[in-house]
């Protein structure tokens, strides 16, 4: 199990942007599966909507990416101080049920295919064993700018 302050140490978000609370498992090179838990006290949840608070999907698909994004950071074993992890496409997103407060929403990915800097994640997000979104991310691994 890997927990926040490890977390922090992996990824350069901060509140309110990081969306990873904890890493469940990790099989290098292979899967991982980490947790956000989803708190009315978001930031987000302010503006949308204010009368039925519904988590964003695309924070959702951050969140996928921040975890598929430790996977690679700890299958490469990448030092962050020169090197960022780069979002680099989305393919086969759906959105299949919404994500309110109380929550606990499950982040996996597969890796489907890594070649050089360039890393492919099959990911879903779930909240009580039903899949609420699903996508295969691409990111990139390049020199910080």
Request: aromatic share 8%; with cysteine.
């Amino acid at each position: 199990m890997i927990k926040i302050n490890e977390i922090l140490k992996l990824l350069p978000h901060r509140y309110p942007f990081l969306l990873v609370d904890k890493i469940l498992e990790l099989k290098v090179g292979e899967y991982i599966k980490a947790v956000k838990n989803v708190t009315f006290n978001e930031p987000f949840f302010t503006g949308h909507f204010p009368e039925l608070p519904v988590m964003p999907g695309v924070l959702i698909v951050e969140a996928m990416a921040q975890t598929a994004g430790i996977l690679a950071i700890k299958t490469d074993n990448i030092k962050l101080d020169n090197k960022v992890v780069y979002f680099a496409g989305i393919d086969k997103c759906r959105f299949r049920n919404p994500v309110v407060p109380g929550d606990t929403l499950i982040l996996e990915g597969k890796n489907v295919k890594h070649k050089g800097p360039v890393w492919k994640v099959d990911c879903t997000a779930s909240v009580d064993d039903k899949i609420v979104t699903e996508a295969v991310l691409t990111a990139t691994i390049a020199e910080a700018k």
